[in-house]
């Protein structure tokens, strides 16, 4: 490609697995879990029913005013109706409808008013408020769950220099008395910015040491794009040996040839941070679920399990303890053996919860931190064409042997050079010309993050120059060509608030209205659609995910995962997005967050 690339992350789905990843025996026992509505003896579709016996309609208008249902208050059986039909299903053969029933833990069906009063005698029925909308349950396709817990103790995102950084990490210490009378404490942050810095420059050990309440203590502490580390002397100190270079990262280093402090990419794993406890893992989950729920997301792709986080997520599913569907890559370490025909795969663990069947590697860095490869070099730094941080001769062998042995394989590629040796790896994988295209040519899955172009797009131009930076975060150019785009965040990198992805995804514009091209949006030709930027949020990533067949849609016989939101994202104004509210986040039929 002659351009910077959209994604983040392309996926593949293992050629051998069906769509939904499940065999039709699997889907016929599903469709036969739904409660079937009762209907009336002269509707010509008669069928077998099971009937729910309760004082006939009771309150079909009155519960309108009803006192709205917590989750140990929902009946097993319930319609939830709109006053003015907005319930999007995103079901192409049913897009928008007034009512919808729930049976424990499945839709069991969908239509008019009418139509559920005639098919359903006997459930009680809940109304939306005026002016909310429904939407299937949401889906972020690339997170960082235990991360984000993590960075809420000591967020470093927002001072405008690295002297404020500094000051903040000294606050947390003081706050902390655990941490201010034990200097040998790990302190762990994330969410530093030195491109959103005055003066932009890359921070040093010396500065933690300049201060005297962080002087002397383990500091590590992570970049906002995750590509970057900042740590203190003592981290130095301990670090056994540090080489010259390191394939696929850069040790930075001043100009006597002394490490500075900052590890990219790569050279990130000579830095021994102490591994979180089960309890500390735990904490960090729940705060993550906490916030999640509150935004409506139903489900999460975590993009980077370490064996250690996978053993505790599977922990947490036979211990019955996830509160959210999560769907986890395992990182791929280059430098050690492949495991692919060894590890086993969690497919619909914890009630259907928890998912482990694919594998995440790692092509390039960054653009923010100019890790990202490139064919040429950067404009503002043309000593650098970023770098791979894999040999492409190791991605044409692993990636056929991941999809032989049945497992979804999930490559990071932002710059164009990585995008193109990552298609080509692809492409040869898979036996079957720009690049755009061939995301729809070969099936690939293009996982982006539209709350990064509307951040990168402020420093792209100065990065690629103008030609290359038309190719940046390009949506319309992968969708028009036939890809299919599923939609995250990666938070902790930016706001977990999928409705913060929809807004930039239709508008190109930061949250004031702005970009560098004016109030019309950067590059607004690569604008999705509302439509498809809702596809992006539940259809896809359920997709991507192996779960089409339950989730996604609004559908009969799905899991009943739903949103209820305070105002129509459909058609309000787009500057009012962001002032809308989630009213309810519900999962197999129960809120986890709100009432219905």
């Known amino acids: 490609m002659s351009a910077q690339s959209t994604p983040s992350e392309l996926r593949k789905r293992s050629p051998s697995s069906s769509p939904s990843g499940r065999s039709q025996k699997d889907r016929s026992l599903d469709s036969t879990r739904q409660l079937k509505p009762s209907y009336r003896p002269n509707n010509a579709l008669r069928m077998t029913a099971i009937r729910v016996v309760v004082a006939g309609l009771l309150g079909f208008f009155g519960l309108r005013a009803a006192q709205k249902w917590g989750r140990s208050e929902v009946p097993d059986a319930y319609a939830l109706c709109s006053p003015e039909g907005k319930i999007f299903t995103v079901d192409e053969a049913n897009p928008e409808v007034e009512c919808m029933v729930i049976h424990g833990s499945h839709f069991s069906d969908v239509g008019s008013l009418a139509d559920i009063r005639l098919r359903w005698t006997a459930i009680p029925v809940r109304f939306i408020q005026s002016g909310a909308v429904v939407v299937p349950g949401i889906s972020d396709s690339h997170v960082h769950i235990l991360e984000y817990g993590a960075t809420i103790q000591l967020p470093l995102e927002g001072p405008k220099s690295v002297k404020e950084t500094v000051q903040v990490v000294r606050n947390y210490i003081l706050s902390d008395p655990d941490v201010r009378h034990n200097k040998s404490t790990f302190v762990e942050g994330w969410g530093w910015d030195h491109t959103q810095w005055l003066l932009e420059q890359w921070p040093t050990s010396e500065d933690l040491e300049n201060d005297p309440v962080v002087r002397g203590r383990p500091i590590v502490l992570q970049s906002k794009d995750g590509h970057a580390i900042w740590v203190s002397k003592k981290i130095l100190d301990d670090i056994e040996f540090i080489p010259e270079e390191i394939e696929g990262g850069t040790i930075f280093r001043d100009s006597n040839g002394n490490p500075t ?145 049945g497992w979804q394989v999930n490559v990071h590629a932002i710059g164009d050079r990585a995008n193109g040796v990552v298609l080509d790896a692809f492409e040869a994988a898979l036996k079957d010309a720009n690049d755009m295209a061939r995301f729809g040519d070969l099936g690939i899955i293009a996982s982006i993050q539209p709350t990064h172009a509307i951040s990168d797009m402020w420093f792209g131009e100065d990065r690629l120059g103008p030609e290359r930076v038309k190719g940046l975060y390009a949506f319309r150019s992968i969708i028009d060509h036939g890809g299919r785009i599923a939609l995250g965040s990666d938070f902790p990198v930016e706001d977990m608030n999928p409705l913060a992805g929809f807004y930039a995804a239709i508008t190109r514009l930061s949250p004031d209205g702005k970009s560098p091209h004016g109030p019309g949006g950067w590059f607004p030709e690569q604008r999705m659609t509302r439509q498809e930027a809702l596809k992006g949020m539940t259809l896809d990533p359920a997709y991507a995910s192996f779960s089409d067949d339950q989730l996604g849609t609004i559908t009969p016989g799905k899991r009943a995962d739903y949103v209820v939101l305070s105002k129509d994202i459909m058609t309000i104004p787009a500057g009012k997005l962001l002032e809308t509210k989630v009213l309810a986040t519900v999962i197999d039929g129960r809120p986890v967050y709100g009432k219905i």
């Open 261 to 405: 402090g900052v590890f990219m990419d790569s050279a990130q794993s000579l830095v021994n941070a102490p591994e979180p406890t089960h309890d500390q893992m735990e904490k960090r989950f729940g705060l993550a679920v906490r916030d999640a729920h509150k935004v409506g997301l139903t489900a999460l792709h975590d993009a980077g399990f370490n064996p250690r986080s996978l053993a505790f997520f599977k922990k947490q599913a036979e211990e019955d303890k996830l509160p959210i569907r999560v769907y986890g890559m395992t990182y791929f370490n280059e430098s050690a053996e492949y495991w692919g025909n060894s590890v086993e795969k969690v497919i619909g663990a914890g009630n259907n919860r928890l998912s482990a069947r694919s594998v995440k590697i790692f092509a390039d860095g960054a653009l923010r931190s100019g890790g990202a490869a490139l064919y040429e070099p950067y404009s503002d730094n043309p000593e650098t064409r970023g770098f791979l941080r894999i040999d492409p001769e190791l991605l044409n062998k692993v990636i056929p042997r991941f999809l032989r042995d």
